[in-house]
């Protein structure tokens, strides 16, 4: 170690000499970095014009030749690690890339004082090559904790923006086109073209709902939306809407969802569209509006034993689903006319003949209520 501090301390002279004749080489070093690199599209893939990235890189090169020479940097640079940082990161360019770059500069100018160097100067190199190793490495740690920073300021910004648009789009089910065409420019999505929504719990894991997707919570649910026609997970409970036409038709899309979500029984997994919940919701409107109409008939139902109950119920679903004596006979191991009997028996408790379309339309939205324990506590009238 005492002979590296000396070796060091002899060969400094000569590092400085060096570093001299390298600070007069800036255009070369310029030159092949740019070359390296391909004027930063190697790395930054046009989020950096090339002269922003050609400026930058020869701001880079004299603060570290100031900080190799002198041990600071130029007083004009000293906030330049942070600046860089926080510009980059505003230019969206990802971290990774921008370190890639930084320590690319420590090849170039590496291989440029090999090209100015002579034989006798590679024990100074190699003397000081961790100097010019610390100096780009303290360098790109100053960058990566500014980039960082601005990132998670931007982030932060964003994710404000985007719950005051979706706000805004989600105030009413009619926009005018340009606020919409306002909401879709801020959001960065299109304004014509399908639209996936769905609703779902708040509590749903982020991920279930994919990648790509805008969220808004409330009236207790967590509104899924994204453009395009790639269906929801298959693992994620929620309600979802049909497509909508356009970012305009999402808030009324999101309406629906949030019905079909509020339909949806607990034992229930994955999607449901209003297909799978209808008889749900309108048996639930039905009690509210004309509480008599379904009220009457279960009362009845339950005043059967339940044994009994589940056979005619289990019955009129089967029959319900396939409109079949004979397929429902089969589906249950029982004769058709073991099926017409409880068919029957289920006329007469309801008032419903679920051979008639309409009065079937009703039975199923009476079972579908059932279902809701609206016959747990029989009231036979």
Same mark, same amino acid.
Not at 58 to 79: H, K
């Given at each position: 170690?005492q002979?590296?501090?000396r ?8 590092w400085?000499?060096l570093?001299?004749t390298?600070? *007069?080489?800036?255009? *070369?070093?310029l030159e092949?970095?740019?070359s390296?690199v391909d /004027?930063?599209?190697?790395y930054? /893939?046009?989020?950096?014009?090339p002269? $922003?990235?050609?400026d930058?890189s020869?701001r880079?090169f004299r603060?570290?030749?100031g900080?190799?020479s002198?041990?600071?940097p ?10 860089i940082?926080?510009t980059r990161?505003?230019q ?9 770059t930084i320590r ?5 100018v590496w ?5 100015i160097?002579r034989a006798s100067?590679?024990?100074v190199?190699?003397?000081?090559v961790?100097?010019l190793w610390?100096?780009?490495d303290?360098?790109? /740690?100053?960058?990566q904790?500014s980039?960082l920073r601005?990132?998670a ?10 719950r005051s648009?979706t706000?805004v789009l989600?105030?009413s089910?009619s926009?005018?086109?340009d606020l919409v065409r *306002?909401?879709a +420019?801020? !959001?960065a999505?299109?304004v014509?073209?399908?639209? *996936? ?5 708040p ?7 994919g990648?790509g997707?805008?969220?808004h919570?409330g009236d207790?649910a967590?509104i899924?939306?994204?453009p395009?026609t ?8 929620? @309600?979802?809407?049909?497509v909508? %036409?356009g ?5 009324a +899309?999101a309406r629906?969802?949030?019905h079909i979500l509020?339909?949806?029984?607990? +034992?229930h997994d ?9 008889d749900r919701?309108a048996?639930?409107?039905?009690r509210n509006?004309?509480? $008599?109409?379904?009220g ?12 009994e109950?589940?056979r005619?119920?289990?019955?009129a679903?089967?029959?319900?689903a396939?409109g079949s004596v004979a ?5 249950l191991?029982?004769?058709?006319n073991t ?5 029957r ?5 309801? @008032?419903? %003949? ?7 339309? !009703? ?6 209520s059932?279902d809701?324990?609206s016959?747990s $506590?029989?009231q036979?009238?």
């Amino acid at each position: 170690m005492q002979n590296l501090a000396r070796l060091r301390a002899e060969s400094r002279p000569r590092w400085h000499a060096l570093l001299a004749t390298l600070a *007069q080489r800036e255009a *070369q070093w310029l030159e092949a970095l740019m070359s390296t690199v391909d /004027g930063g599209g190697r790395y930054y /893939g046009g989020l950096v014009e090339p002269h $922003d990235f050609k400026d930058t890189s020869a701001r880079v090169f004299r603060y570290l030749l100031g900080q190799l020479s002198t041990g600071v940097p130029p007083t004009e640079l000293a906030g330049l690690p942070e600046e860089i940082g926080r510009t980059r990161a505003r230019q969206r360019v990802p971290l990774e890339s921008l370190t890639t770059t930084i320590r690319q500069d420590f090849a170039v100018v590496w291989s440029t004082l090999l090209s100015i160097a002579r034989a006798s100067d590679m024990p100074v190199l190699l003397c000081h090559v961790d100097d010019l190793w610390r100096a780009v490495d303290d360098f790109a /740690g100053e960058v990566q904790i500014s980039h960082l920073r601005e990132s998670a300021s931007l982030a932060a910004r964003d994710r404000d923006r985007q719950r005051s648009m979706t706000s805004v789009l989600f105030s009413s089910d009619s926009h005018h086109p340009d606020l919409v065409r *306002q909401v879709a +420019g801020a !959001l960065a999505i299109p304004v014509a073209g399908p639209y *996936q929504v769905v609703a779902c719990s708040p509590a749903a894991a982020p991920g279930a709902v994919g990648a790509g997707a805008l969220t808004h919570e409330g009236d207790g649910a967590l509104i899924v939306f994204w453009p395009g026609t790639r269906p929801p997970d298959a693992g994620l409970r929620c @309600g979802h809407a049909p497509v909508a %036409d356009g970012l305009a038709a999402v808030p009324a +899309g999101a309406r629906t969802a949030r019905h079909i979500l509020s339909a949806l029984p607990p +034992g229930h997994d994955g999607p449901a569209t209003m297909r799978d919940v209808w008889d749900r919701i309108a048996a639930a409107k039905l009690r509210n509006t004309a509480p $008599d109409l379904l009220g009457v008939p279960l009362a009845r139902l339950a005043s059967v034993p339940a044994p009994e109950r589940a056979r005619i119920v289990e019955t009129a679903r089967s029959y319900l689903a396939t409109g079949s004596v004979a397929t429902t006979a089969s589906a249950l191991y029982c004769h058709r006319n073991t099926v017409m009997t409880r068919m029957r028996r289920f006329r007469e408790l309801t @008032g419903l %003949d679920l051979a008639i379309p309409r009065e079937a339309a !009703l039975a199923t939205v009476l079972l579908a209520s059932g279902d809701s324990g609206s016959w747990s $506590d029989p009231q036979v009238e």
